[in-house]
């Protein structure tokens, strides 16, 4: 695979550092129409000084994008490697994961972020909230997958509902499934079942 082929995978391209520095230049370019004392030499400078500033911008913007989603993946492997106990031993699962018990407090701080700040997007209690919202999405993963198990379901057919219970949660039931995770944290829906 060639290192042309990986840089355009993550947007390092040639192509879209030009097309992110031309956002950059319209943007620069409205700016300097609003100064109407500027003579067309000023003016032209102006441009041409913003022309390295928007390549320069273009191109850092694209490396963090780049290192987030390293960052990204990083994380995610740590996290499967979490639930994927060593060969022969045994170890966490997604079927008894559950996160910290007064993660709830930072979901309702989160809430009420997102209301002071008028849900204005890309503020820090927005990120809590889908942080939050992810952890017990994963945590309502579980409850599911502890549900199966109990059962004696096979370890296949666990692993292909959860799959499917993830390519539903892209659609619809992300936050049904994240409900059931955090109404864990108060009815305890793995304890075991009381002998009859």
């Given at each position: 695979?060639?290192?042309?082929?990986?840089?355009g995978?993550?947007?390092?391209?040639?192509?879209?550092?030009?097309?992110?520095?031309?956002?950059?230049?319209?943007?620069?370019?409205?700016?300097?129409?609003?100064?109407?004392?500027?003579?067309?030499?000023?003016?032209?400078?102006?441009?041409?000084?913003?022309?390295?500033?928007?390549?320069?911008?273009?191109?850092?913007?694209?490396?963090?994008?780049?290192?987030?989603?390293?960052?990204?993946?990083?994380?995610?492997?740590a996290?499967?490697?979490?639930?994927?106990?060593?060969?022969?031993?045994?170890?966490p699962?997604?079927?008894?994961f559950?996160?910290?018990?007064g993660?709830?407090?930072?979901?309702?701080?989160?809430?009420?972020?997102?209301?002071?700040?008028?849900?204005?997007?890309?503020?820090?209690?927005?990120?809590?909230?889908?942080?939050?919202?992810?952890?017990?999405?994963?945590r309502?993963?579980?409850?599911?997958?502890?549900?199966?198990?109990?059962?004696?379901?096979?370890?296949?057919?666990?692993?292909?509902?959860?799959?499917?219970?993830?390519?539903?949660?892209?659609?619809?039931?992300?936050?049904?499934?994240a409900?059931?995770?955090?109404?864990?944290?108060?009815?305890?829906?793995?304890?075991?079942?009381?002998?009859?």
């Amino acid at each position: 695979m060639s290192m042309a082929v990986v840089l355009g995978a993550i947007g390092l391209d040639d192509a879209t550092i030009r097309e992110t520095s031309g956002q950059y230049l319209r943007w620069a370019e409205e700016q300097t129409g609003r100064f109407a004392n500027l003579g067309e030499e000023e003016r032209r400078n102006v441009l041409e000084a913003w022309a390295v500033v928007a390549d320069r911008l273009a191109r850092g913007a694209v490396g963090i994008g780049a290192a987030i989603w390293l960052g990204v993946a990083t994380a995610v492997y740590a996290v499967l490697r979490t639930f994927a106990p060593a060969p022969g031993k045994s170890g966490p699962s997604l079927a008894r994961f559950a996160p910290w018990d007064g993660l709830v407090w930072v979901l309702i701080c989160a809430l009420g972020l997102v209301i002071v700040d008028l849900g204005k997007p890309g503020t820090i209690g927005w990120n809590l909230l889908f942080f939050t919202s992810g952890v017990y999405w994963v945590r309502g993963l579980g409850v599911m997958d502890h549900s199966l198990a109990r059962r004696g379901a096979a370890l296949g057919l666990r692993a292909v509902a959860s799959g499917a219970l993830v390519l539903a949660s892209l659609y619809i039931l992300f936050l049904p499934v994240a409900a059931v995770g955090l109404f864990d944290t108060w009815f305890d829906f793995r304890r075991p079942a009381p002998p009859r």
